[in-house]
Structure formats: C-alpha cells, structure tokens
C-alpha cells in the first residue's frame, strides 16, 4: 500500500508542472500577440502622422540632403597678415574653408591654390580691424573670398555695385540691362578661426 500511495502523490505534482508550463505558453502567446498589435497600431499612426507632417510641414521634407550632392570642403591653411590700421600695429590670423558644389572644382582649387591664397592675402591686407569686428564685415570679408577666389581659378566676376549716395539727387540715365551673374565655383566660405590682435 505504500506503493500505491506514492504513485497516487506523483500525478498531482507532474499536473502541477503542466498547468505551470501550459500557463506560460499561454502568457507568452498573449504577451506576442499583444506586442504585435501595439506594433501595427505604431506604424498606422506613423504613417497617419506622416501623411498629416507632410500637409502641415512641407519644410520638414525639405530639411534631407541627397548624399549624391553632398557639398566638398577645402580647407586653406591659415591666414597671418598685417591689417591696414593706420594708428596702431594690427594683424589677423584667420582660418578658412571653401565650400563648393563639386569635388572636381576641389581638385582645381587645390591646383590654383598659391593664386587663391595671393588673393585672398590681399583682400584680408587692404581691411582695417574696425572693418573686419563685427559679423557684417566678416560677411562682406567672405564674399569677397569668394569672388578673388573663382577670380584667381580664371572665372570672370562681376564687382557687386556699391550704394552711391549721390544717385538720388543724379538723374537717371537709361542703362542696359543687367546681366545675371554668373554662377561661381565656391558656394561659400566658412571661418574656421578669426582672430584680430
């Protein structure tokens, strides 16, 4: 009889272990189950909510970059030149970067770069420190890069026309039209240090 009692214990304590064991599958289903579902609403909403960004917001859209286009940087050694200050002794040190649209105009500026860097040398002597302190003449100092530089790559560059405040009280004279300017091969210039001493 004591045989009989212990196999009559087993059973119950292997059904236990089935019930366990069933209990957890069955609360792995439902945790999957669930887990897909919230992933699906996810993406309906993602979509929804895209569709409504893009009504919204168009410049969100605008905001990516194709990698194909993707903008090439040169960076130029250094500048150290005397500034044209009068009164006092006044240098800069001034680091730049081109920006461009192609790196084949990268290979050609690499190749023209003792014009470009004369050019620039001079452009930087002739300003004075109170020219080159505030950020519209470091604007005005970048455009100027910009036009010796496509000027020393052999680019025709037109000199941008400079405000006469005598031409309200001349009278105007019929002149042709202008010509759009043509697109030059640096698309910008960055300062990477500026320092004025």
């Known amino acids: 009889m004591s045989t009989a009692t212990a196999d009559a214990g087993a059973p119950p ?7 366990i064991i069933i209990a957890a599958a069955v609360a792995v289903l439902v945790l999957a189950v669930a887990g897909a579902l919230l992933m699906m609403k996810k993406s309906a ?27 090439t940087f040169v ?38 770069m003792p014009a470009i860097r004369n050019n620039v040398l ?23 890069v910009r036009r010796e530089t ?18 309200e009280t001349k009278p105007k004279k019929k002149t042709k039209k202008k010509q759009a300017a043509p697109e030059l091969p640096v698309t910008g210039v960055h300062f990477s240090n500026f320092i004025i001493q």
Do not use: W
Not at 13 to 19: A, C, H, S
Not at 124 to 141: F, I, P, S, Y
């Open 150 to 167: 496509s000027r020393a790559m052999g680019y025709e560059v037109q000199e941008p026309e400079e405000a006469d405040p005598e031409a």
């Open 122 to 144: 001079m452009a930087l002597a002739d300003k004075t420190a109170v020219e080159l302190m505030d950020r519209q003449g470091k604007a005005r100092l970048a455009e100027q």
């Open 13 to 19: 304590k292997g059904k236990k272990k089935l019930l």
């Open 75 to 112: 960076p130029l050694d250094p500048f150290t030149v005397n500034l044209a200050d009068r009164d006092t002794e006044r240098y800069a040190q001034v680091g730049i970067t081109l920006e461009v649209s192609d790196p084949k105009v990268g290979d050609q500026i690499k190749a023209y």
């Open 45 to 71: 909403q993602a979509e929804d909510g895209e569709e409504l960004d893009a009504e919204q917001a168009p410049a969100r859209t605008a905001v990516k970059h194709d990698p194909k286009s993707a903008p």
